[in-house]
């Protein structure tokens, strides 16, 4: 007798609202979650500080590495149309029990990348507030506010987060174009214009390690494309397209971006001058070649930049619950979807409430919503989520080999192959070089680190014991829907 049965899922209830998202619109929540201004402007000069001039480099090597993941991920998101993502072609891959383990790292990794953001938030407005009016305003009300900000806009339907997001997008990118463009047109600093950031000497060097490391950070959630296929008009085309148009765009701005702010103090001088201050780098740079005006602009623009970030964090995390909970996995309650804005808005409200719950916890223990909230809690999501790219580069060409299929040898063995090779190293890079993005101690790193395995050996005895106690869901796990 088989114990395959149907998805919890109410009959004629309502669901995400199909065709809604276009391939800018999918690129647009994906490269938010990236957050580049945030990126360029927070952490890009600890990269020059440790890399020196060649750490533009560092940001193309991380855009290839990832550019070759996505020739076998997008292969097989024309084969998997479960909700599920990154869970669901792990599943196919590489079976049951590793992608019911991946789903629980999945939830980790992206509530970890968002929560943690809340803290950034919090800082960001404080500088903010302090460079434009000299006023000192505490932290907490700013990130409970934009808890409920980020609540409000999750709850709408995706199409207003689409437009939203192309918005704020725009407006922090354009900031970085402002400032690449003064320095381009004045020429950069003393020593003029110069490509030796380039030169092999310049980029193998000790610190080019821990730019790599930086470097695949800053594409965190890039892979989220395919979490918005429900929601895709011509999935088969517009995920693909938006996925290679996120990666490709990331990886060049960044590289660019970087380049001309090293142009802006000269190759001689940069590195000094980011090690001195690095979070006053971009501001004195745009200053310098675009005038005061831009940088209380930037300031106001990095806040909106992390509001971006939240935004797109929270819609990704909002899909996976949902698809969860259309599992059985996670509370069937979860599953259910808003009747006029076609948005999981359970969900959303849970994950608001878990977001609420963390980020009292830090305050009320005294943490700092830097040091504490957003580098502990980010940390063990960025390494989650790559630790998931990994998982899912590895899965490719199994799930190939199981199925009849017109796809290459290219897309379905050699890029992934090469891909697992170059994601290994890079999470080898990060897991290493962890002290760079924390500054915490030892035990502390250790335990960040070590909660990536352990959530993944907690999945596997939750797989056991669905297997065991819950077969109908087991069996049904990450199935095509119907």
């Not at 997008?74 to 084969?79: C, F, G, L």
């Not at 934009?146 to 997001?165: E, P, Q, T």
């Not at 909002?318 to 996995?329: F, P």
């Not at 069937?332 to 719950?357: C, D, E, F, I, N």
Request: cysteine-free; overall charge neutral; aromatic content about 10%.
């Amino acid at each position: 007798m088989s114990t395959t049965a149907p998805r919890p899922a109410v009959e004629d209830a309502p669901t995400l609202r199909t065709g809604s998202l276009g391939t800018a619109d999918i690129a647009f929540f994906v490269v938010s979650a990236a957050a580049p201004l945030t990126v360029m402007a927070g952490v890009a000069p600890i990269a020059i500080a440790l890399g020196g001039i060649g750490a533009p480099v560092g940001y193309l090597l991380a855009g290839i590495t990832l550019a070759v993941f996505a020739v076998g991920f997008t292969a097989m998101s024309r084969h998997v149309r479960s909700g599920g993502a990154f869970y669901a072609y792990i599943t196919r891959g590489l079976g049951k029990p590793a992608g019911i383990a991946a789903a629980l790292l999945a939830m980790l990794g992206y509530n970890g990348m968002e929560i943690g953001v809340y803290g950034l938030l919090g800082t960001a407005t404080q500088d903010t507030a302090h460079a434009l009016f000299g006023a000192d305003i505490p932290w907490l009300p700013v990130s409970l506010a934009g808890l409920l900000l980020i609540w409000y806009a999750g709850y709408r339907s995706i199409d207003f987060g689409a437009k939203l997001l192309g918005v704020l997008l725009v407006a922090e990118t354009g900031i970085l174009v402002l400032l690449a463009g003064g320095v381009l047109i004045k020429g950069g600093g003393g020593e003029g214009l110069s490509l030796a950031g380039f030169a092999p000497g310049n980029v193998l060097i000790p610190g080019t390690a821990a730019v790599l490391a930086f470097a695949f950070a800053a594409f965190t959630g890039f892979e989220s494309t395919v979490i918005y296929r429900r929601e895709a008009r011509n999935p088969d085309r517009t995920v693909p397209r938006a996925t290679y148009i996120a990666v490709a765009f990331l990886g060049l701005f960044y590289a660019f971006v970087v380049w001309t702010v090293i142009q802006a103090f000269g190759d001689a001088e940069v590195v000094k001058a980011a090690g001195a201050d690095p979070a006053g780098l971009f501001f004195s740079a745009i200053t310098t070649y675009v005038g005061g005006w831009a940088a209380d602009l930037m300031h106001v623009l990095i806040v909106t930049s992390v509001l971006a970030s939240l935004l797109a964090f929270h819609n990704a995390i909002n899909r996976y619950g949902l698809a969860l909970a259309e599992e059985g996995v996670l509370p069937k309650a979860l599953g259910r979807v808003h009747a006029r804005h076609r948005s999981p808005y359970l969900a959303g409200a849970a994950q608001t409430v878990l977001g609420a719950v963390v980020v009292l916890a830090f305050a009320l223990a005294g943490a700092d919503p830097y040091a504490q909230l957003l580098l502990w809690v980010n940390t063990p999501g960025m390494i989650g989520l790559l630790a998931l790219q990994l998982l899912a580069a590895i899965a490719v060409p199994f799930y190939f080999r199981r199925i009849s299929h017109e796809e290459g040898v290219l897309r379905t063995v050699v890029a992934p192959v090469v891909a697992t090779l170059l994601l290994s190293a890079a999470l080898i890079l990060v897991a290493t070089h962890i002290d760079v993005f924390t500054g915490a101690s030892p035990l502390v790193n250790a335990i960040l680190v070590g909660v990536t395995p352990a959530v993944f050996a907690l999945g596997l005895l939750l797989a056991l014991r669905l297997r065991r106690r819950r077969p109908a869901v087991y069996e049904n796990f990450a199935s095509e829907p119907s």
